[in-house]
């Protein structure tokens, strides 16, 4: 590996398991998921994916100069936050002919842990949003009860929450921490145009190599862990985060923001008030080979040969989810994380979406300033920050939360998946021609 690669992709692990391909463990895999190259092979088995090194690293929104307001932390990422670490499991094996059970694999697993390993029994603030409910995140009706968050949270497929959870469960036991991490928050997104999502490849190991990856540092971003095989404005979407700092007379806080991004018509999709769906009108998703995906969902679906055509239909779009996850060291009760909760939406309407009702949309923000009380007594002495100071988190949420989705949009690469489905990644170069055609020109950030 190139001895030049920038920091948050020489940590990446490439684990080969027989009969289930390659998995990329760790919470610095690298943002340039390996995507199948070859053709379909004529047989229905699947083919293994080999380790493939990451290519340069993509440029984020900040690179190309998209900032939408406010200044990121350091590395503007949700690790900004004192005590946060995150792990990415990415399974990718095979290619062509979805055969349920076999493949083709393109899924994961994504940990977030608010106080990391060593902190695990130690409960956050926290409190849990859903703009359209079109989903799925455990353990959050002991979140709104008692406004604390316990253990990690996880995300992956709509099909694996269960196994993730059970996993979860299983590690808190293994280190005596049952009762604890009894009721997991585990969320999820479809990954089923691209994965064999009823294969459920996810197996408990998977989960548990996750939440032991986690890691503080650099976040890797596109098509890794739970964001594998996800598709956000008719683009190949994944897995994005973003961060923000707010200036000494506000606080000094800093609050980050990660995301896994599967919500969003083309249509609509908006950056900085540009309407860029609008702008890129092609590249939408296709299929290579000579017979049409079986699925349901992608019955107007073209060969890719065709996908040029501006009227070519797309797959079907605004049926996806968003995942939101927030984290501040900001001293918050669980009433005003319930507060910032609710200003997510407004970043995702400013992307485009709608909180379509097919859509899962849920969010879950948490601080991480000390709850636990003394050893000599049964009270916590905890702090809240005066409502007339929250509007500065307010505005990093909403920040945050727009460049967090472009930049898991910015990561992904295309992928090829189940059926020869293939979702393209967003041009970077078309979108700044569009920003500079409405006459927001963006200027490239210069490093630091």
Not at 198 to 226: C, M, Q, S, W
Not at 360 to 372: E, R, V, Y
Request: some cysteine; charged content about 15%.
């Amino acid at each position: 590996m190139s001895p030049f690669l920038p920091a948050r992709f020489l940590s990446a692990l490439l684990l080969c398991v027989p009969g289930m391909g390659c998995a990329a463990s760790s919470q610095a895999a690298a943002t340039r998921a390996p995507a199948p190259a070859k053709p379909a092979p004529a047989a229905s088995a699947p083919v293994a994916s080999t380790p493939v090194s990451p290519g340069p690293a993509k440029p984020r929104a900040r690179d190309l100069g998209i900032t939408f307001g406010g200044t990121a932390g350091s590395l503007n990422a949700i690790t900004d936050v004192p005590g946060v670490e995150v792990g990415h499991t990415t399974l990718i094996s095979g290619e062509g002919k979805l055969v349920v059970g076999k493949g083709p694999v393109r899924t994961g697993v994504t940990a977030v842990l608010p106080r990391g390993r060593e902190r695990m029994a130690e409960p956050v603030f926290a409190a849990s949003f859903a703009l359209n409910g079109n989903g799925e995140m455990t353990g959050t009706t002991w979140v709104k009860e008692s406004g604390l968050l316990n253990g990690p949270v996880m995300l992956t497929n709509t099909s694996s929450v269960g196994v993730v959870r059970d996993a979860v469960v299983d590690w808190g036991a293994r280190h005596g921490l049952g009762w604890e991490l009894g009721l997991p928050v585990v969320a999820e997104t479809y990954d089923g145009f691209l994965n064999d999502i009823y294969g459920f490849h996810v197996k408990p190991e998977h989960a548990l190599r996750t939440i032991d990856g986690a890691r503080t540092g650099p976040v890797a971003e596109g098509n890794v862990g739970g964001g594998t095989g996800m598709m956000c404005h008719g683009f190949k979407g994944g897995i994005g985060t973003a961060s923000r700092k707010l200036p000494e007379d506000q606080g000094g806080y800093t609050l980050g923001v990660l995301v896994q991004c599967n919500y969003g018509s083309r249509r609509l999709f908006t950056v900085e008030g540009v309407p860029v769906g609008e702008e890129i009108r092609d590249l939408k998703g296709c299929y290579v080979g000579s017979e049409a995906p079986a699925s349901p969902f992608a019955r107007n679906i073209r060969p890719c040969a065709q996908s040029a055509s501006l009227a070519a239909p797309p797959l079907s779009e605004g049926m996806g989810s968003i995942i939101v996850l927030v984290a501040t060291d900001a001293p918050l009760l669980p009433h005003q994380l319930d507060r910032i909760a609710r200003r997510v939406p407004l970043a995702i309407g400013k992307m485009g979406g709608l909180g379509e009702d097919s859509s899962g949309d849920i969010f879950l923000a948490f601080s991480t300033q000390p709850t636990k009380p003394p050893a000599d007594s049964p009270v916590a002495r905890v702090s809240s920050l005066d409502n007339e100071h929250i509007t500065p988190l307010f505005e990093a949420t909403v920040q945050a939360t727009q460049e967090a989705i472009l930049n898991a949009l910015l990561a992904a690469d295309t992928m090829t998946g189940a059926d020869g489905i293939r979702l393209f990644s967003l041009p970077h170069d078309r979108l700044v021609q569009a920003l500079r055609k409405y006459g927001r020109a963006p200027a490239p950030v210069k490093a630091e």
